[in-house]
């Protein structure tokens, strides 16, 4: 069987993407990016470390949400009428990370941006995980989860429908649609790849598994050209749902009527962050991943700082924003507003402001530097700031319009208690031990597409034969 990497004679598959600075020259030929990148599939000391973590700080969040279901919400920490906390703030956090798998995809492909090549599957598998991570808070914050289906738009037992002006009727559509597309979107894409494990493959049981995930494919003319169109199509179709999904979830404050939450800005200012924190995490993940799994060749430093420039690009856009909400509570001339802003500026939760501020605003102002830009740890460490910065903008949005509205009567504080902190660990504990199992089963890296932009390898067939290029099918 041909090894999974498209034929060169008039494929008509994804056109080349790669820009110049983004080649690969360390990889030299198929061969080796086969064997690389297959070599990140097996277990290593580190990875069943991070992946005891992981699960360590599942089951932290997993008690204590069993706690709160014995004793009640109560022990969450919500003190009327800030009845929406931190599980809310997570939620919204998890969202925004899941953007940037379909931003990298669809939208960056589209575009025929080549820094994504050796980043963007990484990028998906987290898209898949965060969703799955932010599903689990509407549940979370039942104090009856067993009847969580109540949360589903149907027409049901209760002989009653859904109130469909509702937003959080919307999440349901929004939030179900874009896991199943990202889910697609992610398995559309690993089938030339999982092709590739499954002819490499000793085990005849795993290499069944692997056979009929990949369908049978067999590397040839017609199916390059279907999944060519099949994964345009989807690229396509993906890239509204990364402008419309977290303008759905931002209905949530915004269609109400609490100070600071009423504006039309939350649509592309959710947006803009969710981009933002997504490419935070992506350099989270990829960075360590690049550094164990010794892929400097591949994902470069030429792809890092093309990300940087993105990441840069977007905190400015969340910075703006920031200066325009600002402006718009002082020139509203709405004294309940301007109270509002200058206690969350100044006044009770300026720590909280100032933290956001600082992290999303001036911190990512270093990568105006190219030394910076290039500079896997200093990137590293901005990424874990970018994401306290985009869950306190969460926090900041949410907490202080609660605790600040229209009667003073009604203001009031809040402090997260030990649940509402071991849930938010569990949520990590979750989003990474799905993601250290997908890495460990399918490729981290798309190995077609890096084959895309590897020139073939020149040899002969025979003494005095023309030279010819190395096709994948000459090393099956």
Request: with cysteine; charged share 15%.
């Amino acid at each position: 069987m041909a090894t999974m990497a498209h034929p060169d004679n008039d494929m008509p598959a994804r056109p080349n993407i790669a820009k110049a600075g983004l080649q690969l020259p360390a990889v030299k030929d198929y061969e080796q990016v086969d064997r690389e990148i297959m070599a990140t599939l097996r277990p290593s000391k580190g990875w069943f470390l991070c992946l005891l973590v992981a699960i360590f700080c599942l089951i932290i969040g997993g008690l204590a949400w069993t706690y709160q279901i014995h004793e009640g919400l109560g022990v969450a920490g919500y003190n009327p009428p800030v009845m929406w906390g931190v599980y809310i703030v997570t939620f919204v956090f998890w969202i925004g990370i899941g953007h940037a798998g379909t931003l990298i995809s669809a939208i960056l492909y589209l575009f025929r941006a080549g820094f994504r090549t050796t980043i963007y599957r990484c990028a998906e598998a987290m898209t898949v995980f965060a969703v799955m991570t932010a599903g689990l808070f509407p549940i979370l914050h039942l104090g009856r989860p067993w009847k969580f289906f109540w949360l589903i738009p149907y027409p049901n037992w209760r002989l009653i429908w859904p109130n469909f002006k509702s937003p959080l009727v919307w999440d349901v559509f929004a939030i179900s649609t874009y896991l199943t597309i990202s889910t697609t979107f992610l398995f559309i894409g690993l089938i030339p790849d999982v092709a590739t494990l499954r002819d490499a493959e000793k085990n005849p049981i795993k290499k069944q598994i692997l056979s009929a995930l990949s369908f049978g494919w067999r590397n040839s003319e017609a199916e390059w050209r279907h999944f060519a169109r099949a994964y345009l199509f989807l690229a396509a179709f993906s890239t509204p749902l990364v402008l419309s999904v977290h303008s759905i979830v931002s209905f949530d404050f915004a269609m109400s009527l609490v100070p600071g939450w009423h504006t039309t800005i939350f649509a592309p200012y959710f947006v803009a962050g969710a981009i933002f924190s997504g490419m935070g995490m992506v350099f989270t993940i990829i960075i360590p991943i690049r550094k164990l799994f010794k892929l400097q060749h591949y994902v470069t430093l030429n792809h890092l700082d093309a990300g940087a420039k993105l990441c840069l690009f977007t905190s400015m856009v969340v910075g703006c924003a920031y200066l325009v909400e600002f402006f718009i509570g002082w020139y509203g001339g709405s004294p309940v507003e301007q109270q509002y802003w200058w206690n969350r500026v100044f006044g009770q939760w300026w720590w909280a402001a100032w933290i956001m501020l600082t992290c999303n605003m001036i911190l990512p102002l270093s990568l105006f530097s190219q030394s910076l830009r290039r500079n896997p740890s200093w990137l590293f460490f901005l990424s874990f700031f970018i994401n306290i910065g985009m869950w306190f903008e969460r926090f900041v949005i949410i907490v202080p319009g609660l605790s600040h509205e229209y009667e003073p009567w009604q203001w009031t504080s809040y402090t997260p208690t030990f649940v509402d902190y071991s849930i938010l660990i569990g949520s990590f504990g979750w989003f990474f031990m799905w993601f250290l199992l997908f890495i460990r089963q399918l490729p981290v890296l798309a190995i077609s597409e890096i084959k895309e932009i590897v020139p073939p390898k020149l040899k002969r067939a025979h003494p005095g034969a023309d030279f010819h290029a190395d096709t994948p099918g000459d090393h099956a």
